[in-house]
């Protein structure tokens, strides 16, 4: 796999970026802050290395910028584990020195060698996505719902520039269908294509040839997964480890999955949840979701405030970090969402549930149990939806499905149907 990736960054035209020299003294104080937060000596001694080398090639006349200073490592390195660590060092030098960023722990790094799909665009692909980003905007549409978008079809340009296609005209309905199946195999979904015709629908009077595109797309059926919703006896050990003081839980864990499993927040707004957020005087929670960009207030519930009121007091490393969940490491920088996955299988392997291969122990299943405890009690739709801090009040009925209680009620009785006795054995 790293060949083939090598290969299509050096394919890509590069911009060098000329830098200033870079004094020692400069780059010493890189060194007193990795120090302080906790790096290995191990580390310390090869970041010095590398500043020697940077240094040097900068005092020659030979400095051609930290990307292809990489390139050139790439180029020679055969061992995989020796240039993830120089694409390290390199990425974190390349962060402080053009950017003036300090690094916030191990593990997040500069992100100075990803080069996305549409980075590779021709100008004409680039020109519609760029046209529909500012025609959705101007709209009123999302960014989230923009950026997926727009990432789908520059997967799909992408894909046809592969096969030699440089404009929209040359686009057929041949190559449209071979985007979306291969050998008889579908490789991309109804959502997929939803997505890319929204930017074809958006610039189709910009460009000639969006509209014969968008009639090319194949009919996909939309397909619905079945969700394996919380049992009430599942719902139940989950509570009761996160009451037991001996399940071996930490604070943390227990706070994040109280949130989650009371309030119904989305794992990115837990993680981004700061703790000028907490009214506790008021007993709320007030938040601006990172979905929607929609602000939503809850009512902080005695359940979850003592969680968190636990974790903050007793747990909480003391820090500049205004998110409310942190890092235990010396640098401690705020948690990503996929963070709190850690937290939710804590907990599930703490209860003991949901143990096999593919069982659903996401985030978003706090969301259905919280939407299908409210309908089961006669909340009505409107103040669900108001709750789960969705846009449209059409969105709860997706959790219609698993309201079992009510759906007992519209079932109808076979006793008067013939049916033989097999068909229940």
């Known amino acids: 796999m790293l060949p083939l990736l090598l290969v299509t960054l050096v394919s890509i035209p590069i911009q060098f970026i000329m830098v200033k020299v870079t004094s ?4 010493e104080k890189l060194i007193d802050y990795l120090q302080e937060h906790g790096y290995s000596k191990e580390y310390l001694k090869s970041m ?5 080398v940077v240094v040097r090639l900068q005092e020659h006349g030979e400095w051609r910028g930290y990307r292809e200073h990489y390139l050139q490592y790439a180029g020679s390195i055969t061992s995989s584990g020796y240039l993830r660590r120089k694409k390290s060092i390199v990425g974190l030098l ?20 990803k080069v996305s799909h549409y980075d590779c665009l021709c100008e004409e692909f680039r020109s519609v ?7 959705e905007k101007e709209r009123g549409v999302k960014e989230p719902t923009i950026s997926i978008s727009s990432l789908n079809t520059s997967v799909f340009f992408h894909s046809l520039q592969g096969h030699g296609i440089q404009s929209l005209a040359q686009i057929t309905e041949k190559e449209v269908v071979g985007f979306f199946f291969s050998g008889g195999v579908q490789k991309y979904g109804h959502s997929f294509k939803k997505n890319i015709r929204a930017v074809f629908k958006a610039t189709r009077t910009h460009f000639a040839g969006c509209a014969a595109i968008m009639d ?6 939309e397909q619905r997964k079945n969700i394996q919703y919380l049992t009430p006896e599942e719902a139940g050990r989950l509570k009761s480890v996160l009451d037991a003081p001996d399940s071996g839980l930490c604070l943390r864990e227990r706070a994040m999955v109280r949130l989650l499993m009371y309030t119904g927040l989305r794992a990115c707004d837990v993680a981004a949840l700061r703790l000028e957020d907490i009214d506790w005087s008021k007993d709320i929670i007030r938040i601006v979701q990172q979905k929607t960009g929609v602000a939503l207030t809850l009512p902080l519930r005695a359940v979850v405030g003592n969680a968190l009121y636990d974790y903050i007091v007793k ?13 235990k490491f010396p640098h401690h920088r705020r948690l990503g969402a ?5 937290a939710i299988n804590a907990v599930y392997d703490a209860a003991g549930i949901r143990m096999g291969k593919g069982e659903r122990r996401g985030s978003h299943i706090f969301r259905h149990l919280l939407a299908v405890t409210l309908l089961g009690n006669d909340v009505p739709q409107p103040v669900i939806s108001s709750t789960l801090g969705h846009t449209s009040p059409e969105s709860v009925e997706a959790y219609l499905s698993a309201d079992f209680m009510h ?10 149907f013939p049916v033989r006795k097999e068909v229940f054995g």
């Open 24 to 27: 020692k003294e400069n780059f």
């Open 407 to 416: 759906l007992r009620k519209c079932g109808l009785s076979i006793e008067n």
């Open 315 to 327: 747990e909480r490393p003391h820090c500049d970090t205004r998110e409310v969940f942190v890092s």
């Open 338 to 342: 996929g963070s709190i996955g850690g």
């Open 48 to 52: 010095r290395t590398e500043m020697r």
């Open 94 to 113: 390349e962060q402080y020195d053009v950017r003036g960023i300090y690094p916030s722990g191990p593990g997040n790094l500069s992100l100075f060698m």
């Open 129 to 135: 996505i760029d046209t529909y980003r500012k025609v």
């Open 216 to 221: 090319f797309l194949p009919p996909i059926r």
